[in-house]
Every structure is written in structure tokens, then in C-alpha cells.
């Protein structure tokens, strides 16, 4: 599968943005889809996953409340709906795929060994 991630730009805090991650290849409804950010000098880290029916999303915990992950098979993309966004969220944000993704009861936190498929990422800046 194929990924191409847009919707990041630059934003003040407390403002909002729509990321979108298109598939393209594979049955996209096979798949469980994540998104990750990594910021300058540091490790990528997990954002949100979900399930490939939907029904099951993860969440970081300092992404929880103010984050929406959500999915249109039909259309084979994935969003990351981003809210009261702060300048700590500033970071280049990946999608990712995995067609064997464990899933877990609650919360988990996926790491980027999770997910073997791996689109460009979009940057997202958050201005104080």
C-alpha cells in the first residue's frame, strides 16, 4: 500500500487542523492505519492508531481529548482531525499501515516497529 499524508501547515495555538493520509494499492480496509510525528532532534513517536473496520482507536496520552483519528474505507484515506493544537505539537506527522496489527483492550501505544508501511510525512507547525 501506498501513502501520501497532506494537510499540515502552519498554525497559531489553540487553532485546529485536518491531516489526511490517501491510500492507494491494496485493499486499504485490510489495513490498520496509525499516525506518528517526529520533531526536530527527536525520536518518531505514536499519535493515534485505529483499527481497520474503525471500531477500535489508540490514542497517546498527551494527543487524548483534543485528537480524532477516523476513517473512510470508500475513499481508502485516513484523518487525524488535530484541536487545540499547541506549539509542543509542532512536528512532521507520518501515516502508517499494517495489515497485522495486534490490538489491544484500552489504550495502547504502538511504536513505529508496529507498522511496516510508511508514507512522506506533512509538517505541521504550531506558533505560540
Known amino acids: 500500500v501506498q501513502l501520501q499524508a497532506s494537510g499540515g501547515g502552519l498554525v497559531q495555538a489553540g487553532g485546529s487542523l485536518r491531516l489526511s493520509c490517501a491510500a492507494s494499492?491494496?485493499?486499504?480496509?485490510?489495513?490498520?492505519m496509525g499516525w506518528f510525528r517526529q520533531a526536530p532532534g527527536k525520536e518518531r513517536e505514536f499519535v493515534a492508531a485505529?483499527?481497520?473496520?474503525?471500531?477500535?482507536?489508540y490514542y497517546e496520552d498527551s494527543v487524548k481529548g483534543r485528537f480524532t483519528i477516523s476513517r473512510n474505507n470508500a475513499e481508502s484515506t485516513v484523518y487525524l482531525q488535530m484541536n487545540s493544537l499547541k506549539p509542543e505539537d509542532t512536528a512532521v506527522y507520518y501515516c502508517?499501515?499494517?495489515?497485522?496489527?495486534?490490538?489491544?483492550?484500552?489504550?495502547?501505544?504502538?511504536?513505529?516497529?508496529?507498522?511496516?508501511?510508511w508514507g512522506r510525512g506533512t509538517l505541521v507547525t504550531v506558533s505560540s
Open positions: 485505529i483499527s481497520w473496520s474503525g471500531s477500535s482507536t
Open positions: 494499492g491494496r485493499a486499504f480496509s485490510t489495513y490498520a
Open positions: 502508517a499501515a499494517e495489515s497485522d496489527l495486534t490490538y489491544y483492550r484500552g489504550n495502547h501505544h504502538y511504536t513505529p516497529s508496529d507498522f511496516r508501511s
